[in-house]
Protein backbone atom coordinates (compact mmCIF):
# COMPACT_ATOMS: atom_id res chain seq x y z
CA UNK A 1 0.00 0.00 0.00
CA UNK A 2 0.83 3.24 -0.79
CA UNK A 3 1.83 5.77 2.35
CA UNK A 4 -0.41 9.17 2.69
CA UNK A 5 2.40 11.93 2.91
CA UNK A 6 1.75 15.10 4.46
CA UNK A 7 3.50 18.12 3.55
CA UNK A 8 4.95 20.01 6.44
CA UNK A 9 3.48 23.24 7.61
CA UNK A 10 0.05 22.27 6.67
CA UNK A 11 -2.08 20.58 9.86
CA UNK A 12 -5.01 17.98 8.39
CA UNK A 13 -8.00 19.59 7.41
CA UNK A 14 -6.48 22.82 7.90
CA UNK A 15 -5.52 25.95 5.46
CA UNK A 16 -2.77 25.52 3.48
CA UNK A 17 0.44 28.04 4.47
CA UNK A 18 1.72 31.10 1.58
CA UNK A 19 4.55 29.37 0.49
CA UNK A 20 3.05 25.84 -0.38
CA UNK A 21 0.35 27.94 -2.26
CA UNK A 22 3.12 30.10 -3.91
CA UNK A 23 4.43 26.57 -5.02
CA UNK A 24 1.85 24.85 -6.22
CA UNK A 25 0.84 28.29 -8.41
CA UNK A 26 4.03 28.17 -9.92
CA UNK A 27 3.65 24.24 -10.82
CA UNK A 28 0.34 24.99 -12.35
CA UNK A 29 2.25 27.20 -14.89
CA UNK A 30 3.62 24.15 -16.52
CA UNK A 31 2.01 21.47 -18.60
CA UNK A 32 -1.47 20.18 -19.17
CA UNK A 33 -2.51 19.94 -15.37
CA UNK A 34 -2.05 23.91 -15.30
CA UNK A 35 -4.43 25.60 -17.77
CA UNK A 36 -7.23 22.93 -16.12
CA UNK A 37 -6.34 24.07 -12.94
CA UNK A 38 -5.47 27.75 -13.66
CA UNK A 39 -9.06 27.99 -15.58
CA UNK A 40 -11.22 26.19 -13.20
CA UNK A 41 -9.58 28.10 -9.99
CA UNK A 42 -8.83 31.75 -10.97
CA UNK A 43 -11.48 32.11 -13.60
CA UNK A 44 -14.39 29.74 -13.47
CA UNK A 45 -15.87 27.12 -15.08
CA UNK A 46 -13.89 24.23 -17.13
CA UNK A 47 -11.85 24.17 -20.16
CA UNK A 48 -13.33 24.31 -23.45
CA UNK A 49 -14.65 20.74 -25.03
CA UNK A 50 -13.64 18.78 -27.78
CA UNK A 51 -15.58 20.22 -30.44
CA UNK A 52 -18.76 18.15 -31.98
CA UNK A 53 -19.33 16.18 -35.32
CA UNK A 54 -19.44 18.73 -37.65
CA UNK A 55 -19.85 16.09 -40.82
CA UNK A 56 -22.11 17.84 -43.47
CA UNK A 57 -25.32 15.21 -43.43
CA UNK A 58 -24.71 14.51 -47.22
CA UNK A 59 -21.83 12.61 -46.46
CA UNK A 60 -22.98 11.31 -42.92
CA UNK A 61 -25.87 9.32 -44.55
CA UNK A 62 -23.74 8.30 -47.46
CA UNK A 63 -21.02 6.78 -45.47
CA UNK A 64 -23.71 5.53 -42.47
CA UNK A 65 -23.10 2.06 -43.21
CA UNK A 66 -18.99 1.96 -42.40
CA UNK A 67 -17.10 1.76 -39.23
CA UNK A 68 -16.04 5.46 -37.75
CA UNK A 69 -12.42 4.72 -39.16
CA UNK A 70 -13.22 4.14 -42.55
CA UNK A 71 -15.80 7.07 -42.64
CA UNK A 72 -13.03 9.66 -41.30
CA UNK A 73 -10.69 8.39 -43.63
CA UNK A 74 -13.36 8.72 -46.87
CA UNK A 75 -14.81 12.16 -45.09
CA UNK A 76 -10.46 13.41 -45.09
CA UNK A 77 -10.28 12.55 -48.39
CA UNK A 78 -13.27 13.76 -50.13
CA UNK A 79 -12.64 17.72 -48.41
CA UNK A 80 -9.08 16.98 -49.18
CA UNK A 81 -9.78 16.77 -53.06
CA UNK A 82 -12.13 19.58 -52.28
CA UNK A 83 -9.36 21.46 -50.76
CA UNK A 84 -6.99 20.99 -53.12
CA UNK A 85 -9.19 22.09 -56.02
CA UNK A 86 -9.69 25.40 -54.76
CA UNK A 87 -5.92 25.73 -54.61
CA UNK A 88 -5.39 25.06 -58.40
CA UNK A 89 -8.66 27.57 -58.90
CA UNK A 90 -6.65 30.58 -56.52
CA UNK A 91 -3.34 29.88 -58.86
CA UNK A 92 -5.37 30.19 -61.88
CA UNK A 93 -6.53 33.31 -61.00
CA UNK A 94 -3.01 34.76 -60.43
CA UNK A 95 -0.64 36.10 -57.85
CA UNK A 96 -3.43 39.39 -56.38
CA UNK A 97 -5.93 36.73 -55.45
CA UNK A 98 -3.15 34.34 -53.84
CA UNK A 99 -2.21 37.72 -51.42
CA UNK A 100 -5.79 37.94 -50.87
CA UNK A 101 -6.46 34.31 -49.82
CA UNK A 102 -2.94 34.36 -47.14
CA UNK A 103 -4.52 38.08 -45.68
CA UNK A 104 -8.36 35.74 -45.22
CA UNK A 105 -6.05 32.77 -43.54
CA UNK A 106 -4.24 35.17 -41.63
CA UNK A 107 -7.19 36.35 -40.04
CA UNK A 108 -8.80 33.31 -39.69
CA UNK A 109 -6.15 31.72 -38.04
CA UNK A 110 -5.70 34.74 -35.76
CA UNK A 111 -9.17 34.50 -34.76
CA UNK A 112 -9.31 30.97 -34.08
CA UNK A 113 -6.49 31.62 -31.63
CA UNK A 114 -7.41 34.32 -29.85
CA UNK A 115 -10.92 32.61 -29.90
CA UNK A 116 -9.86 29.82 -27.61
CA UNK A 117 -7.75 32.44 -25.12
CA UNK A 118 -10.91 33.95 -24.87
CA UNK A 119 -12.84 30.79 -23.77
CA UNK A 120 -10.52 29.47 -21.55
CA UNK A 121 -9.59 32.37 -19.77
CA UNK A 122 -13.16 33.90 -20.08
CA UNK A 123 -11.95 37.22 -20.98
CA UNK A 124 -15.54 38.53 -23.08
CA UNK A 125 -16.24 40.68 -20.34
CA UNK A 126 -12.37 42.46 -20.13
CA UNK A 127 -13.19 46.45 -21.01
CA UNK A 128 -11.71 47.26 -24.70
CA UNK A 129 -9.72 43.83 -25.18
CA UNK A 130 -11.57 42.42 -27.79
CA UNK A 131 -11.02 45.84 -29.77
CA UNK A 132 -7.74 45.80 -28.36
CA UNK A 133 -6.78 42.37 -30.21
CA UNK A 134 -7.89 43.41 -33.14
CA UNK A 135 -6.46 46.89 -33.23
CA UNK A 136 -3.02 45.31 -32.73
CA UNK A 137 -3.94 43.09 -35.67
CA UNK A 138 -4.31 46.24 -38.14
CA UNK A 139 -1.19 47.71 -36.95
CA UNK A 140 1.21 44.50 -37.66
CA UNK A 141 -0.49 44.34 -40.88
CA UNK A 142 -0.27 47.95 -41.36
CA UNK A 143 3.29 47.46 -40.99
CA UNK A 144 4.40 44.98 -42.31
CA UNK A 145 2.13 45.45 -46.18
CA UNK A 146 3.32 48.67 -45.64
CA UNK A 147 7.13 47.87 -45.77
CA UNK A 148 6.13 44.93 -48.95
CA UNK A 149 4.34 47.65 -50.75
CA UNK A 150 7.20 50.51 -50.33
CA UNK A 151 9.63 47.38 -51.23
CA UNK A 152 7.98 46.35 -54.82
CA UNK A 153 5.94 48.93 -55.91
CA UNK A 154 8.78 52.32 -55.62
CA UNK A 155 7.53 53.40 -58.98
CA UNK A 156 4.36 53.74 -57.54
CA UNK A 157 4.46 54.81 -54.74
CA UNK A 158 7.11 57.85 -55.42
CA UNK A 159 4.58 59.14 -58.26
CA UNK A 160 2.00 59.06 -55.52
CA UNK A 161 2.49 62.48 -53.76
CA UNK A 162 -0.16 60.29 -50.49
CA UNK A 163 1.71 57.21 -50.70
CA UNK A 164 5.06 59.35 -51.00
CA UNK A 165 4.56 60.44 -47.54
CA UNK A 166 3.13 57.32 -46.35
CA UNK A 167 6.03 55.82 -47.24
CA UNK A 168 8.80 57.86 -46.22
CA UNK A 169 6.96 58.39 -42.40
CA UNK A 170 5.86 54.80 -42.55
CA UNK A 171 7.97 53.37 -39.73
CA UNK A 172 6.84 56.42 -37.53
CA UNK A 173 3.21 55.88 -38.41
CA UNK A 174 3.26 52.59 -37.39
CA UNK A 175 4.99 52.95 -33.74
CA UNK A 176 2.86 55.52 -33.37
CA UNK A 177 -0.31 53.12 -33.64
CA UNK A 178 1.43 50.98 -31.97
CA UNK A 179 2.16 53.17 -29.05
CA UNK A 180 -1.56 54.10 -28.92
CA UNK A 181 -2.91 50.70 -28.53
CA UNK A 182 -0.28 50.05 -26.01
CA UNK A 183 -1.51 53.56 -23.83
CA UNK A 184 -5.24 52.14 -24.07
CA UNK A 185 -4.28 48.70 -22.75
CA UNK A 186 -2.46 50.49 -19.59
CA UNK A 187 -5.91 52.69 -19.21
CA UNK A 188 -7.69 49.31 -19.49
CA UNK A 189 -6.37 47.65 -16.80
CA UNK A 190 -8.69 47.00 -13.67
CA UNK A 191 -7.75 45.89 -10.12
CA UNK A 192 -9.93 42.89 -10.32
CA UNK A 193 -8.19 41.23 -13.52
CA UNK A 194 -4.74 42.45 -13.41
CA UNK A 195 -3.24 39.04 -14.28
CA UNK A 196 -5.65 38.26 -16.64
CA UNK A 197 -5.20 41.30 -18.31
CA UNK A 198 -1.91 40.77 -18.92
CA UNK A 199 -1.82 36.88 -19.73
CA UNK A 200 -4.48 37.96 -22.91
CA UNK A 201 -1.86 41.03 -23.78
CA UNK A 202 0.92 38.16 -24.01
CA UNK A 203 -1.34 35.61 -25.79
CA UNK A 204 -2.32 38.24 -28.63
CA UNK A 205 1.43 39.13 -29.26
CA UNK A 206 2.33 35.43 -29.54
CA UNK A 207 -0.34 35.11 -31.82
CA UNK A 208 1.08 37.96 -33.87
CA UNK A 209 4.15 36.60 -33.92
CA UNK A 210 3.19 33.15 -34.84
CA UNK A 211 0.42 34.20 -37.34
CA UNK A 212 1.08 37.60 -38.69
CA UNK A 213 4.74 37.05 -39.01
CA UNK A 214 4.56 33.92 -41.02
CA UNK A 215 1.96 34.90 -43.84
CA UNK A 216 4.28 38.36 -44.58
CA UNK A 217 7.34 35.78 -44.89
CA UNK A 218 4.48 33.72 -47.55
CA UNK A 219 3.87 37.10 -49.42
CA UNK A 220 7.91 37.56 -49.83
CA UNK A 221 8.11 34.07 -51.09
CA UNK A 222 5.51 34.90 -53.84
CA UNK A 223 7.12 37.85 -55.00
CA UNK A 224 10.11 35.69 -55.63
CA UNK A 225 8.41 33.28 -58.01
CA UNK A 226 5.12 31.39 -57.82
CA UNK A 227 7.43 28.19 -57.62
CA UNK A 228 8.82 29.49 -54.58
CA UNK A 229 4.96 29.56 -53.32
CA UNK A 230 3.42 26.52 -54.80
CA UNK A 231 6.36 24.01 -54.25
CA UNK A 232 6.99 24.42 -50.91
CA UNK A 233 3.20 24.68 -49.67
CA UNK A 234 2.14 21.49 -52.24
CA UNK A 235 5.34 19.35 -50.24
CA UNK A 236 3.73 19.84 -47.26
CA UNK A 237 -0.12 19.07 -48.39
CA UNK A 238 2.32 16.13 -49.86
CA UNK A 239 2.98 14.96 -47.09
CA UNK A 240 -0.16 15.37 -44.90
CA UNK A 241 -1.43 12.92 -47.19
CA UNK A 242 1.09 10.65 -47.61
CA UNK A 243 1.79 10.40 -44.20
CA UNK A 244 -1.67 9.72 -42.82
CA UNK A 245 -2.45 7.07 -46.01
CA UNK A 246 1.05 5.45 -44.85
CA UNK A 247 0.03 5.22 -41.36
CA UNK A 248 -3.27 4.54 -41.91
CA UNK A 249 -2.38 1.34 -44.09
CA UNK A 250 0.69 0.35 -42.17
CA UNK A 251 1.44 2.53 -39.13
CA UNK A 252 1.99 -0.06 -36.06
CA UNK A 253 4.43 2.35 -34.52
CA UNK A 254 3.75 5.24 -32.00
CA UNK A 255 5.98 8.08 -33.20
CA UNK A 256 5.36 10.86 -30.50
CA UNK A 257 2.77 10.95 -27.52
CA UNK A 258 1.84 14.44 -28.73
CA UNK A 259 -0.08 12.89 -31.15
CA UNK A 260 -0.83 9.17 -30.74
CA UNK A 261 -2.10 8.29 -33.73
CA UNK A 262 1.00 9.53 -35.92
CA UNK A 263 3.31 6.08 -36.71
CA UNK A 264 6.84 5.71 -38.04
CA UNK A 265 5.98 4.13 -40.66
CA UNK A 266 3.74 7.17 -41.53
CA UNK A 267 6.73 9.67 -40.80
CA UNK A 268 8.91 7.44 -42.86
CA UNK A 269 6.54 6.74 -45.96
CA UNK A 270 5.69 10.82 -46.10
CA UNK A 271 9.37 11.26 -46.27
CA UNK A 272 9.99 9.69 -49.50
CA UNK A 273 7.18 10.30 -51.44
CA UNK A 274 7.16 13.93 -50.52
CA UNK A 275 10.85 14.09 -51.71
CA UNK A 276 9.78 12.21 -55.12
CA UNK A 277 6.36 14.29 -55.38
CA UNK A 278 8.87 17.35 -54.88
CA UNK A 279 10.79 16.19 -57.61
CA UNK A 280 8.28 15.51 -60.28
CA UNK A 281 6.74 18.70 -59.84
CA UNK A 282 9.68 21.21 -59.49
CA UNK A 283 10.49 19.33 -62.96
CA UNK A 284 7.07 20.33 -64.50
CA UNK A 285 6.99 24.01 -63.15
CA UNK A 286 10.63 25.04 -63.81
CA UNK A 287 9.19 24.87 -68.09
CA UNK A 288 6.96 27.50 -67.41
CA UNK A 289 8.22 30.86 -66.88
CA UNK A 290 4.58 31.86 -65.30
CA UNK A 291 6.02 29.89 -62.30
CA UNK A 292 9.89 30.58 -62.27
CA UNK A 293 9.63 34.69 -62.86
CA UNK A 294 9.53 36.97 -59.88
CA UNK A 295 6.55 38.64 -59.53
CA UNK A 296 6.61 42.66 -60.51
CA UNK A 297 4.34 45.33 -60.72
CA UNK A 298 3.97 46.82 -64.42
CA UNK A 299 4.14 50.77 -63.81
CA UNK A 300 3.00 51.08 -67.34
CA UNK A 301 -0.29 48.30 -67.43
CA UNK A 302 -0.80 48.68 -63.12
CA UNK A 303 -1.00 45.44 -63.15
CA UNK A 304 1.43 42.39 -61.67
CA UNK A 305 3.25 40.38 -64.73
CA UNK A 306 5.32 37.46 -64.42
CA UNK A 307 7.48 37.14 -67.66
CA UNK A 308 11.49 37.27 -67.95
CA UNK A 309 13.67 35.58 -68.77
CA UNK A 310 14.54 32.26 -66.75
CA UNK A 311 17.40 32.03 -64.77
CA UNK A 312 20.35 29.48 -64.78
CA UNK A 313 17.87 28.25 -62.10
CA UNK A 314 14.97 27.03 -64.34
CA UNK A 315 17.17 25.80 -67.06
CA UNK A 316 18.19 22.35 -67.98
CA UNK A 317 21.50 21.19 -66.87
CA UNK A 318 23.54 18.10 -67.63
CA UNK A 319 24.64 16.53 -64.15
CA UNK A 320 26.97 13.58 -63.69
CA UNK A 321 25.41 10.42 -61.58
CA UNK A 322 28.00 9.11 -59.06
CA UNK A 323 29.35 5.79 -60.31
CA UNK A 324 27.63 3.80 -57.21
CA UNK A 325 24.26 4.70 -58.77
CA UNK A 326 25.48 4.23 -62.34
CA UNK A 327 25.11 0.52 -62.10
CA UNK A 328 21.69 0.93 -60.80
CA UNK A 329 20.03 2.90 -63.11
CA UNK A 330 22.38 2.45 -66.36
CA UNK A 331 23.06 5.68 -67.11
CA UNK A 332 25.95 7.92 -66.67
CA UNK A 333 24.88 11.74 -67.25
CA UNK A 334 20.81 13.33 -66.23
CA UNK A 335 19.72 16.21 -67.26
CA UNK A 336 17.44 18.29 -64.81
CA UNK A 337 16.58 22.07 -63.64
CA UNK A 338 19.22 23.30 -60.44
CA UNK A 339 15.85 24.14 -58.85
CA UNK A 340 14.84 20.72 -58.57
CA UNK A 341 18.46 20.06 -56.01
CA UNK A 342 17.11 22.87 -54.25
CA UNK A 343 13.10 20.99 -53.96
CA UNK A 344 14.95 18.31 -52.22
CA UNK A 345 16.15 20.50 -49.49
CA UNK A 346 12.34 22.04 -49.47
CA UNK A 347 10.86 18.44 -49.09
CA UNK A 348 13.01 17.25 -46.63
CA UNK A 349 12.23 19.99 -44.35
CA UNK A 350 8.48 19.59 -45.14
CA UNK A 351 8.44 15.79 -44.29
CA UNK A 352 10.94 15.60 -41.54
CA UNK A 353 10.94 19.14 -39.90
CA UNK A 354 7.57 20.93 -40.57
CA UNK A 355 5.64 17.79 -38.58
CA UNK A 356 7.17 19.38 -35.76
CA UNK A 357 4.91 22.61 -36.43
CA UNK A 358 1.61 19.95 -36.39
CA UNK A 359 3.21 18.24 -32.93
CA UNK A 360 3.84 21.96 -31.66
CA UNK A 361 0.00 22.56 -32.61
CA UNK A 362 -1.00 18.86 -30.81
CA UNK A 363 0.36 20.14 -27.69
CA UNK A 364 -1.02 23.54 -27.66
CA UNK A 365 -4.50 21.88 -28.23
CA UNK A 366 -3.97 19.44 -25.22
CA UNK A 367 -2.84 22.00 -23.24
CA UNK A 368 -6.12 23.47 -23.12
CA UNK A 369 -8.06 20.24 -23.55
CA UNK A 370 -9.52 20.92 -27.37
CA UNK A 371 -9.43 18.25 -30.42
CA UNK A 372 -9.14 21.29 -32.82
CA UNK A 373 -8.91 24.51 -33.00
CA UNK A 374 -12.28 25.15 -35.04
CA UNK A 375 -14.87 23.40 -36.56
CA UNK A 376 -14.64 25.16 -40.01
CA UNK A 377 -13.71 22.29 -42.37
CA UNK A 378 -15.12 18.61 -41.46
CA UNK A 379 -12.97 16.29 -40.62
CA UNK A 380 -10.13 18.47 -40.68
CA UNK A 381 -10.88 21.04 -37.87
CA UNK A 382 -9.91 24.57 -38.13
CA UNK A 383 -8.02 26.52 -40.94
CA UNK A 384 -4.76 26.93 -38.21
CA UNK A 385 -5.14 23.05 -38.07
CA UNK A 386 -4.14 22.84 -42.04
CA UNK A 387 -1.74 25.57 -41.39
CA UNK A 388 0.38 24.66 -38.43
CA UNK A 389 3.14 22.88 -40.70
CA UNK A 390 2.47 25.91 -43.75
CA UNK A 391 3.96 28.54 -41.12
CA UNK A 392 6.89 27.06 -40.08
CA UNK A 393 7.72 26.06 -44.10
CA UNK A 394 7.20 29.77 -45.05
CA UNK A 395 10.03 31.06 -42.40
CA UNK A 396 12.27 28.23 -43.57
CA UNK A 397 11.61 28.94 -47.41
CA UNK A 398 12.04 33.01 -46.89
CA UNK A 399 15.62 31.82 -45.21
CA UNK A 400 16.62 29.61 -47.68
CA UNK A 401 16.07 31.76 -50.50
CA UNK A 402 17.97 34.61 -48.95
CA UNK A 403 20.92 32.25 -47.82
CA UNK A 404 21.22 30.73 -50.76
CA UNK A 405 19.30 32.30 -54.07
CA UNK A 406 18.65 35.84 -53.88
CA UNK A 407 21.33 37.91 -55.09
CA UNK A 408 21.36 42.17 -55.13
CA UNK A 409 18.59 43.51 -57.79
CA UNK A 410 19.65 45.32 -60.01
CA UNK A 411 16.29 47.04 -60.83
CA UNK A 412 15.86 48.24 -57.27
CA UNK A 413 18.94 50.01 -57.07
CA UNK A 414 17.80 51.82 -60.32
CA UNK A 415 14.68 52.87 -58.87
CA UNK A 416 16.24 54.04 -56.05
CA UNK A 417 18.89 55.71 -57.57
CA UNK A 418 16.32 57.74 -59.64
CA UNK A 419 14.90 59.26 -56.79
CA UNK A 420 17.99 60.35 -55.15
CA UNK A 421 19.02 64.57 -56.33
CA UNK A 422 20.40 65.60 -59.38
CA UNK A 423 23.94 65.93 -57.64
CA UNK A 424 23.34 62.65 -55.36
CA UNK A 425 22.98 61.01 -59.16
CA UNK A 426 25.74 62.53 -60.58
CA UNK A 427 28.16 61.53 -57.44
CA UNK A 428 27.39 58.03 -57.65
CA UNK A 429 27.59 58.06 -61.26
CA UNK A 430 31.32 59.54 -61.10
CA UNK A 431 32.31 57.30 -58.57
CA UNK A 432 30.80 54.23 -60.43
CA UNK A 433 32.17 55.65 -63.97
CA UNK A 434 36.09 55.66 -62.30
CA UNK A 435 35.26 52.25 -60.67
CA UNK A 436 34.78 50.57 -64.44
CA UNK A 437 37.63 52.60 -65.14
CA UNK A 438 39.93 51.04 -62.98
CA UNK A 439 39.04 48.02 -64.00
CA UNK A 440 39.44 48.49 -67.82
CA UNK A 441 35.65 47.77 -68.31
CA UNK A 442 34.46 51.01 -69.37
CA UNK A 443 37.39 51.50 -71.81
CA UNK A 444 36.39 48.42 -73.63
CA UNK A 445 32.55 48.97 -73.80
CA UNK A 446 33.71 52.62 -75.47
CA UNK A 447 35.91 50.64 -77.76
CA UNK A 448 33.25 48.55 -78.52
Known amino acids: MSELRQRPGREPGGAR ?110 PWFRTLSWYFLLCVNYFFYGETVTDYFFTLVQREEPLRILSKYHRFISFALYLTGFCMFVLSLVKKHYRLQFYMFGWTHVTLLIVVTQSHLIIHNLFEGMIWFI ?29 PKKTWEGFIGGFFATVLFGLLLSYVMSGYRCFTCPVEFNNDTNSFTVDCEPSELFQL ?48 KR ?71 DKGMLGSLEDA
Open 231 to 259: VPISCVICNDIMAYMFGFFFGRTPLIKLS
Open 17 to 126: DPEEKESESENKLDGETASDSESKSEFGGSPPVPTSDDTPEVLNRALSNLSSRWKNWWVRGILTLAMITFFFIIIYLGPMVLMTIVMCVQIKCFHEIITIGYNVYHSYDL
Open 317 to 364: QEYNIPLVLQSVVGWKTVRMYPFQIHSIALSTFASLIGPFGGFFASGF
Open 367 to 437: AFKIKDFANTIPGHGGIMDRFDCQYLMATFVNVYIASFIRGPNPSKLIQQFLTLRPDQQLHIFNTLKAHLV
